[in-house]
């Protein structure tokens, strides 16, 4: 096992609630104080302590909480954990929560922004409170502030939105220069309030053909801007070297078979061939907490479950799997069941690695479907 591992700290909180994720709209004085507090008590109480390389706060909106209780938390988190000196440490923000100064005296070396659109009308379309404006301004900011890495958060596939708009999207987040950014299609995801709309007619999916088209401009814009694809849904900017040296440590570890801790309600966790998970729930979360119980759940990584989950993580990435993780048995299958799209063209053997070509790409969960051994 690696010697280092990363922290994920979820903060399910939003200020207003948001149609695409559904995430906790009150951020009232008590419950954030609460919450931290409970976060600080769960880190005391698990006792798989590795070296932390990378921390995450994110999965909601940390920049809701004020400085005071950041500084807590990230207080606790040096006091737990042996921190590495050179720790990627990612805070998700809201740009209209971003100010002169917030990071101050914080270790925060890394902000994602949940940008999502430059179009007004779509971001009211998600009950967002910013503006396209207010990225723009809060790029500024941080860059002032001494940021220097900043990734930017785009969605396509809106209702009735054309090719054209997309194309403005990501034409704006490149003028901004952001060293990272990641693109996700719209999902309707049963549970959210936008699925509930899908269901009462309200609004209408775009179909598959333009969403293709659509994360094929994408890509190829970014590419030719000089961004990386070095995973299906993330593109780190080249800065002259032959791997960008901007891509997300953190969600790296996720796909690379590297160990983490999740802290928080709903966080994940994976270490020691187990996977955790706490309750989504943040009542039920602090109460078990508050009286000296794990509430999560676990469950026994086995060979299987290991193959499978590193075909769904690694195929993902542009290096793809490396055979040499394999056992001898998986190797095998993982071969014979890839020939078909080898021969296709929709994977590609090389040095070692089975990886997805850009046909692959836009089939991808059947392939790994196809590989994984269930």
Same mark, same amino acid.
């Given at each position: 096992?690696? &010697?280092?591992?990363?922290?994920?700290?979820?903060?399910?909180?939003?200020?207003?609630?948001?149609?695409?994720?559904?995430?906790?709209?009150?951020?009232?004085?008590?419950?954030?104080?609460?919450?931290?507090?409970?976060?600080?008590?769960?880190?005391?109480? =698990?006792?798989?302590?590795?070296?932390?390389?990378?921390?995450?706060?994110?999965? /909601?909106?940390?920049?809701?909480?004020?400085?005071?209780?950041?500084?807590?938390?990230?207080?606790?988190?040096?006091?737990?954990?042996?921190?590495?000196?050179?720790?990627?440490?990612?805070?998700?923000?809201?740009?209209?929560?971003?100010?002169?100064?917030?990071?101050?005296?914080?270790?925060?070396?890394?902000?994602?922004?949940?940008?999502?659109?430059? &179009?007004?009308?779509?971001?009211?379309?998600?009950?967002?409170?910013?503006?396209? +404006?207010?990225?723009?301004?809060?790029?500024?900011?941080?860059?002032? *502030?001494?940021?220097?890495?900043?990734?930017?958060? =785009?969605?396509?596939?809106?209702?009735?939105?054309?090719?054209?708009?997309? +194309?403005?999207?990501?034409?704006?987040?490149?003028?901004?220069?952001?060293?990272?950014?990641?693109?996700?299609?719209?999902?309707?995801?049963?549970?959210?309030?936008?699925?509930?709309?899908?269901?009462?007619?309200?609004? +209408?999916?775009?179909?598959?053909?333009?969403?293709?088209?659509?994360?094929?401009?994408?890509?190829?814009?970014?590419?030719?801007? /000089?961004?990386?694809?070095?995973?299906?849904?993330?593109?780190?900017?080249?800065?002259?070297?032959?791997?960008? +040296?901007?891509?997300?440590?953190?969600?790296?570890?996720?796909?690379?078979?590297?160990?983490?801790?999740?802290?928080?309600?709903?966080?994940?966790?994976?270490?020691?061939?187990?996977?955790?998970?706490?309750? *989504?729930?943040?009542?039920?979360?602090?109460?078990?907490?508050?009286?000296?119980?794990?509430?999560?759940?676990?469950?026994?990584?086995?060979?299987?479950?290991?193959?499978?989950?590193?075909?769904?993580?690694?195929?993902?990435?542009?290096?793809?799997?490396?055979? *040499?993780?394999?056992?001898?048995?998986?190797?095998?299958?993982?071969?014979?069941?890839?020939?078909?799209?080898?021969?296709?063209?929709?994977?590609?053997?090389?040095?070692?690695?089975?990886?997805?070509?850009?046909?692959?790409?836009?089939? &991808?969960?059947?392939?790994?479907?196809?590989?994984?051994?269930?």
């Amino acid at each position: 096992m690696p &010697s280092s591992a990363g922290l994920y700290v979820h903060i399910p909180f939003c200020a207003s609630r948001c149609v695409y994720c559904g995430f906790y709209s009150t951020t009232s004085l008590s419950l954030r104080q609460r919450y931290v507090d409970a976060l600080c008590r769960e880190m005391r109480m =698990l006792t798989f302590k590795p070296k932390i390389s990378t921390i995450y706060l994110g999965g /909601g909106t940390p920049s809701q909480l004020t400085h005071e209780e950041l500084n807590r938390l990230f207080t606790y988190i040096y006091n737990v954990y042996d921190v590495a000196p050179d720790a990627e440490v990612t805070m998700e923000c809201n740009p209209d929560d971003i100010h002169a100064g917030m990071f101050n005296g914080l270790p925060v070396n890394r902000v994602s922004m949940g940008a999502q659109t430059f &179009s007004d009308a779509r971001l009211r379309f998600l009950r967002r409170r910013h503006t396209a +404006k207010e990225v723009d301004r809060a790029v500024d900011t941080l860059r002032h *502030d001494g940021i220097g890495n900043i990734s930017i958060d =785009l969605m396509f596939g809106f209702p009735d939105e054309t090719l054209d708009d997309w +194309k403005r999207d990501v034409a704006h987040a490149i003028s901004l220069r952001p060293e990272h950014v990641s693109a996700y299609g719209l999902m309707f995801e049963e549970g959210t309030p936008l699925y509930r709309m899908l269901e009462e007619g309200k609004v +209408k999916e775009i179909d598959e053909e333009l969403s293709l088209r659509m994360y094929s401009e994408l890509v190829d814009t970014l590419g030719a801007a /000089g961004y990386e694809h070095y995973e299906i849904s993330n593109f780190a900017r080249f800065d002259g070297e032959r791997v960008s +040296k901007w891509r997300s440590r953190h969600n790296s570890s996720y796909w690379h078979d590297i160990p983490y801790i999740g802290i928080g309600a709903g966080a994940h966790s994976y270490y020691q061939a187990t996977r955790h998970w706490n309750p *989504d729930n943040i009542i039920m979360y602090m109460d078990a907490i508050e009286h000296g119980r794990l509430p999560y759940e676990e469950e026994e990584i086995d060979s299987d479950t290991h193959y499978d989950d590193i075909v769904m993580t690694a195929l993902r990435t542009r290096e793809g799997i490396c055979l *040499d993780r394999l056992d001898s048995s998986h190797r095998a299958f993982l071969l014979a069941n890839a020939k078909a799209f080898v021969d296709s063209g929709l994977l590609a053997l090389e040095n070692g690695h089975l990886r997805l070509t850009s046909e692959g790409i836009n089939v &991808s969960n059947r392939i790994m479907s196809d590989l994984m051994d269930v």
